[in-house]
């Protein structure tokens, strides 16, 4: 086929294979959108409604890729969660990248007009995300990912409530505010907050301080069905089986051999089922150990029932 | 601060830099199309109001990104291309590849409307797009990436309008077609189409055949300025000064010194020049040399002018 | 300087560091050790001189590189093991492997007379070796990875003694004894052995069965010293206190914040103590717990007494 | 078979291509040569036989591997450099480097005792190598490569030949002669080295100034057969076809559909003609184009005839 003669250079395409077993963080971030959060006149220090634009644009990710377990979003950026056990797109970096931007922008642009219906989008003014893909080889450091995030949604926040409320409120300009900011600890914006202004900081808007967590919400009869798929047992089984169990020796982490041993069929099902399970939005502590001990199925990344 | 606890997991992302002085091929793929031309009731062999909506958004990322020298579409892909000299995003693979795949993305999503009135996007079929970064050593194999993807229009167009035509011409059952085309080379589409339909495949339009190539359209006057901006010199000299000397040894090739050696400001002022150049949609071949030796800029990277 | 025309050259180097926390296994292997064998008829199924001076190189590598904290090694094979926390060289793979690949020959070499005396070395066969660096993100992979190694030196063993008998005191071809033991599992060969030859495979020597583990023999009075250095607790000190603590949740792997918070000046100390620890050669079972629960500090990688 | 539990941990090692129709330089540098020149007393600035066994095994890296086509050394460093159409390894990145170095390390070894038959090698004193490939995409940025090393070569030698002339003729004291060259031009070391010592650099030897180059000398007779494999021609062509045609366009770069469509049978044979030519051992001037145009098959990579 005369086409032969051209196809040499597929062979310059290189493979981007995640390695396996390690969690995969795709974090998204808005491109240039200082100057579009300016150009669309959004709220200061907080605009709720392209908060919760991006937050419906990220349900909307979690529905289309079950294989996500948990994504966490802060101002114009949000961090979608692959299980160790992933497999999908065979862990390719580019196609589970390129496919996460892609889904959020078509979903955000879509939805824009539903969140802003005063404010038609107008180009050149159109938003758009960059993306990039991070593997973490183990929980702690996925948690510490997870930590790092929210504890710079709280300095920024904190930071910015404080600035725009001085600026808004206290009348000063942006290069006093900035001024007189610089080299203070939290405290210290607390107590300007408090006061000159009245305003408690712990009052604020959870959204605001915590961020948006993103989960699939398991039901008990969901449990118990996932359960039977994947360890083929009967329905009465506990969720206590699924537990770990007390470590013996250092090297106790769970085998990978038994993912792979799991048919397809099973793989399958477990995914048809993760797409049923509804996603919620919270904005939660999720550096402290409740959150993940309350929803143990997000680390396992197996379906779990919800603690009586 | 509070904070450093948790930077270390900065730690784990990894450099993606593009090795330097190669082209960059993006070439973004819509996501489940075959699915979602259905659901939109896109016109077979070739819907032309999907196509002319690919090209629109492509403009408009060959516009928010002048370092974009050409790209080339077909069906629902799309190839952009970067000089080997290009250094937007210091190179990063990540960068490059998501940006283009959310501003495509993003265009296409709004324009929607535009090239569809009667036909409104509904979720969960909200168009998206995967897409990857390739690069080449030379400019000969670029050339023949850009040829790949040309003779596959060919090759496809060919095969889609001949069975398209079968079975909405010709009243066969979709197995029927598939099975008298099996084994059939271009000759046997061509006259099956010529003599039982009375169609010429070569009369078909440009688009379909070739499929959409898109570049900048360089003004003389413009040349002169970049070229004045680009060397130094003044305003009189003429595009031959630029051309590519004879060979005299195997080592050739332009020094990638020169480009190194342009000040910031130098190149940011060839951008801005290009920003402003016309983007052409054109649909004509792009494998032999007619196409490239009349347009010397894209190869060059330089801008120049056109032949008179 | 006249240099800095053709400096530019540098920034095609491309960074290879690897993944932070993560074991790093180097293994590598001889080149054409087949050919090389005969050459210098090694004794069939194994050659203990051959083997021994395999050892010998291999434990100069562990000397020589004192942030090794295990090895094994079966035929021309070893595989050297970098701990998660280890930070020699940046964790550049390239200069991890090639610092090993180039040591370990050059040791083999040097020590080649002292173990075949009769049988100098003589270019064109000069023993050379290739190697790789993979990386495992937990410790029960890594324990996999040593397993995979060691079950493969039992499964070649077990079939080259029993070939290597039917062939040379059986006096079959090597045709002959080949196309018998094809199909046939471990408890055939162990009868051909027992009834033909009265050979009892669990009677052949340590090293053939099990391969060699190299790793560094911890004396009580090291430990104390490491955990003050390591800890900057007392002498007093107890190893039970390095332990890790029984899992609370699915997140409690050791944080790698505490190695990073190591002073750069204690890393060195380690690392010397480290330096002066003996390296022991065993021929022992790696696949069951018992190796590695009497041996804690080879994974956890902090020095630590033996059990009394 | 019992390995097939572990068999999985072979699913972390990832791939480490190197681009197809690039350059690959294979650099390798001695591994705390500093202290090693010390211990067995190389003399300075430069040690003839250190340079001279540097440069044995260095042909024989290049007898053993017939892919390598010129190979550049200076000090305790070597550049191998495999050509564009290489296939060795399928261009396995870690393969080429660590067999390089370990084919290296052990000729270095082993012969030693011929090039300091009064200083015999002896642990921890044992010299080692480190390596990384780089690839480069065409033959300019190559020949800047091997330019960089070569201007390096002419610097530092400069600069020790002049220093070490101070001290060891002139009675300086290190840190006296490491001062008063601070900041000097070439030409203030020139006439150091003249006015007061009476030595003129150009008459040093060329080893010394300008480093070793290492090709393959190809007869007459050679060539010819070469050719008649490679284009399947009869045996009176001339080389003069085989010279790059003149630049028609932008894209005039070698085809590499030509090197793919080499029959393996033609490509082995080529091998073989190369494995029989001469490595020369020379030391000249590599940045100017006579060095090239003079071996044009080095470039090229098609064995051919010196010019007449």
Redesign the interface.
Known sequence: ???S???????????D?L????WIVVR?DG?GFHKLSDHYAFAKPNDRRALDLMNAAAV?VM??LPDLCIAYGVSDEFSFVFH?NCQLFERR???L???I???F??????KWSEYFPERP?L??Y????????????????????M??RQ??CH?NNLYNTTFWTMVLQGGMSNTDAEQELKGTVSADKNEILFKRFGINYNNELEIYKKGTVLYRQVCANFYDIALSVSTGANMSQQYELEE?K????????????AE?QQSRSQQDKIRKLRRKAQVVIDHVDIIK?EF??KR?WI??GNPGKLPA
């Open positions: 086929m005369a086409n003669r051209f196809e040499y250079v597929k062979s310059f395409e290189q493979p294979v390695l396996p077993n390690t998204i491109r909307e529905k289309e160790p970096n580019g196609k990248v390129t496919t931007v892609s889904t922008t078509a979903h955000y642009i879509y989008l180009p050149p159109l938003p758009s995300f960059d993306g990039r893909a991070v593997i973490y080889p183990n929980n702690r450091i996925l948690r510490d990912y930590s790092w504890v710079d300095i770990p007390p470590a013996k020796s250092p090297a106790d982490e769970e085998s990978p051999v792979s150990d993940w001990e143990p680390l396992s």
